[in-house]
């Protein structure tokens, strides 16, 4: 009987601990008990979520040129769209209309509540085309910033040769007049997400495995280059305290003075991108490769 009930003991202590190591750390910001959710899967390869005022999100799967619609209220995930440009990253315009950064022929689109492509609002820099733009973050008083990384696709029928001098990041004026880099000294950057109040813009560089911050001109240009962390990230978010959330290895959470205070495990190679949906912005929304999953969270996004 001792051994019968030490063997259910020690059952019950490796669930715990496996259901523990979803998350380290954290304490205050994953809420309590919390557990992964996979919501779908069988896609290709999950990118760019980006969430809309009602809390739901779109999520691209690049390999099979499609947006997704996960609805916060019925935990559903739909088809959005097809013929996307080979999205990759995503975000939404105060107006609700959504801006992917659509590398199949290196363009920035904007693309309807309807899921219609409504125009192309960068195809080139200078008269050359751009590298391959990866990710997006629509500035709440105005502009566009996005990356210009080279990861050569094999959709592509064009040269997979870098088109422009290197890997920047861009900012595209709102009315679309002005189309000017913000940064040309980074080696690969990815993932971008600035602040609310339009004064904070983090930028990963991927190749560097570093993330700085940079203050925001209210022109659009950047300055105070400052470094955040040691950690590069393929997308990244933020939440109401000012944690930045770091993807790649999981979400790896940084408060905001760059300093590593958790990390949420994902059951996967690779985590490409998160973002908090849901009405209250309490959902934690992660893509990595071929599902996507949720993880409810004490703090609020702030996106």
């Not at 990118?47 to 809309?52: D, F, L």
Request: glycine share 10%; with cysteine.
């Amino acid at each position: 009987m001792i051994k019968k009930f030490t063997s259910i003991l020690s059952f019950l202590a490796l669930v715990a601990t496996q259901v523990f190591s979803q998350v380290e750390g954290a304490k205050g910001i994953v809420a309590k008990n919390a557990e992964l959710v996979k919501v779908a899967d069988g896609f290709s390869f999950t990118e760019g979520p980006a969430v809309n005022r009602m809390g739901d999100i779109f999520f691209t799967d690049q390999p099979n040129d499609k947006i997704y619609k996960w609805a916060a209220g019925p935990n559903e995930v739909s088809l959005f769209m097809e013929n996307t440009g080979r999205a990759n990253g995503l975000y939404f315009k105060l107006d609700g209309t959504l801006i992917a950064a659509a590398d199949a022929d290196n363009e920035i689109w904007q693309i309807s509540r309807t899921g219609e492509k409504e125009k192309v609002l960068v195809k080139s820099f200078k008269g050359e085309p751009l590298n391959g733009p990866n990710d997006v973050w629509v500035k709440p008083s105005g502009g566009i910033y996005f990356t210009d990384p080279l990861y050569a696709r094999p959709y592509w029928e064009r040269s997979k040769e870098m088109l422009q001098d290197g890997q920047h990041v861009y900012f595209l004026s709102d009315d679309g007049a002005q189309l000017f880099r913000v940064d040309e000294t980074l080696e690969k950057p990815n993932g971008i997400v600035g602040t609310p109040d339009s004064k904070t813009l983090y930028v990963a560089d991927i190749g560097a495995g570093k993330t700085y911050k940079y203050d925001i001109r209210e022109d659009g240009y950047l300055l105070n280059k400052e470094l955040f962390c040691e950690m590069g990230s393929d997308g990244m978010t933020l939440d109401e305290r000012g944690n930045l959330y770091l993807t790649g290895d999981g979400v790896t959470i940084f408060n905001r003075k760059g300093e590593k205070v958790g990390k949420i495990n994902v059951p996967s190679d690779w985590t490409a991108n998160v973002v908090f949906g849901a009405l209250d912005r309490k959902t934690l929304f992660i893509t990595a490769k071929d599902a996507v999953y949720t993880i409810e969270m004490k703090v609020r996004g702030v996106w």
